[in-house]
């Protein structure tokens, strides 16, 4: 797969077919129009292109600057979809401009002279250009009159990949990864950076590793403590272990942070990034007595890690 983040140095691209949109989870729901797209390629002899953007699109025409909630950052979202057997992504710089863009102008300047289409694959309900003007028809229209086709996504499965997408982040948000785990047909993961923390951990025999992510909207899954895998940048081993997210009651602690043990782990790994896999929920965060009592309650909470697990071996 070929990506492509300068819309002005693009290839010739040879009878391609399209879809556009943002794909954040690369979900199950998703997977069927991405099928779609790479076999009608195929069966054509065409290129498959897939055109998204970044930013987010709300990021730019939305004024409320709190955070999306992001299933996938840019860098997962691309991982993902180097998968589907997808050729070429172009991930166009969105900016107020782009998005002003007088639909007809859109059609021509951008779809037509830079992407050659013989097919585009959308949904009915597609919106393009200045107050989102452009629509099916006006791609339709543009079709006869450029020698390309439109190929309607079935409304049955827009609605499901909407769905879906609703249900994985509120499953996520209510702690729920299981039910997100089915939707995505993948465990949610994320990847930070390790940083150096008060190091309250080792003094109960738990050390962490605390979790920086850069990207603000990126959605962290609700407050309390999973079993995970996890893969650091330096390292292929898949690593095992559990991981804490919230603000650590019991030490009064007053930000929210996310604090991963490694089981059967001592390598120094600050400053490294590290990829973590969620593979299951074992409870919300508690409030103890003592820290005696949260060392005790870690224990049980290794056991139930190493259980969920025991399975994975890669």
Same mark, same amino acid.
């Given at each position: 797969?070929?990506?492509?983040?300068?819309?002005?140095?693009?290839?010739?691209?040879?009878?391609?077919?399209?879809?556009?949109?943002?794909?954040?989870?690369?979900?199950?729901?998703?997977?069927?129009?991405?099928?779609?797209?790479?076999?009608?390629?195929?069966?054509?002899?065409?290129?498959?292109?897939?055109?998204?953007?970044?930013?987010?699109?709300?990021?730019?025409?939305?004024?409320?600057?709190?955070?999306?909630? #992001?299933?996938?950052?840019?860098?997962?979202?691309?991982? #993902?979809?180097?998968?589907?057997?997808?050729?070429?992504?172009?991930?166009?710089?969105?900016?107020?401009?782009?998005?002003?863009?007088?639909?007809?102008?859109?059609?021509?300047?951008?779809?037509?002279?830079?992407?050659?289409?013989?097919?585009?694959?959308?949904?009915?309900? !597609?919106?393009?250009?200045?107050?989102?003007?452009?629509?099916? !028809?006006?791609?339709?229209?543009?079709?006869?009159?450029?020698?390309?086709?439109?190929?309607?996504?079935?409304?049955?499965?827009?609605?499901?990949?909407?769905?879906?997408?609703?249900?994985?982040?509120?499953? #996520?948000?209510?702690?729920?990864?299981?039910?997100?785990?089915?939707?995505?047909?993948?465990?949610?993961?994320?990847?930070?950076?390790?940083?150096?923390?008060?190091?309250?951990?080792?003094?109960?025999?738990?050390?962490?590793?605390?979790?920086?992510?850069?990207?603000?909207?990126?959605?962290?899954?609700?407050?309390?403590?999973?079993?995970?895998?996890?893969?650091?940048?330096?390292?292929?081993?898949?690593?095992?272990?559990?991981?804490?997210?919230?603000?650590?009651?019991?030490?009064?602690?007053?930000?929210?942070?996310?604090?991963?043990?490694?089981?059967?782990?001592?390598?120094?790994?600050?400053?490294?990034?590290?990829?973590?896999?969620?593979?299951?929920?074992?409870?919300?965060?508690?409030?103890?007595?003592?820290?005696?009592?949260?060392?005790?309650?870690?224990?049980?909470?290794?056991?139930?890690?190493?259980?969920?697990?025991?399975?994975?071996?890669?």
């Amino acid at each position: 797969m070929k990506v492509y983040t300068a819309i002005d140095q693009l290839p010739v691209f040879t009878r391609s077919v399209i879809t556009i949109g943002t794909f954040d989870g690369v979900h199950l729901g998703h997977k069927k129009i991405l099928k779609q797209l790479t076999e009608l390629a195929e069966n054509i002899d065409g290129d498959s292109v897939l055109i998204t953007f970044y930013p987010h699109p709300k990021k730019i025409v939305q004024q409320d600057r709190s955070p999306l909630m #992001l299933i996938n950052t840019q860098e997962e979202k691309l991982k #993902l979809l180097a998968d589907e057997g997808i050729a070429h992504v172009v991930v166009v710089p969105f900016s107020i401009e782009f998005a002003e863009q007088d639909p007809q102008t859109y059609v021509e300047d951008f779809l037509v002279k830079k992407f050659n289409p013989h097919t585009i694959i959308i949904g009915y309900d !597609h919106r393009f250009g200045k107050d989102r003007q452009g629509d099916y !028809h006006m791609l339709e229209n543009a079709g006869e009159a450029f020698n390309f086709q439109v190929k309607e996504i079935e409304e049955k499965l827009l609605k499901d990949v909407t769905i879906s997408s609703t249900k994985i982040r509120n499953a #996520l948000l209510g702690g729920d990864v299981k039910t997100a785990a089915a939707y995505l047909g993948y465990n949610y993961f994320f990847t930070g950076k390790v940083e150096e923390g008060a190091k309250l951990g080792r003094t109960i025999n738990f050390p962490t590793a605390n979790i920086s992510i850069a990207d603000d909207d990126k959605l962290i899954p609700a407050n309390g403590v999973y079993a995970v895998t996890a893969k650091t940048n330096n390292n292929e081993a898949l690593l095992k272990g559990m991981m804490n997210i919230g603000v650590r009651p019991t030490v009064d602690g007053n930000f929210r942070k996310i604090e991963v043990h490694l089981f059967d782990f001592n390598e120094d790994i600050y400053g490294h990034d590290i990829t973590i896999s969620i593979q299951g929920r074992i409870r919300n965060e508690i409030k103890f007595p003592s820290l005696a009592d949260l060392q005790h309650q870690l224990g049980q909470d290794k056991q139930s890690a190493m259980e969920l697990l025991k399975e994975i071996t890669a």
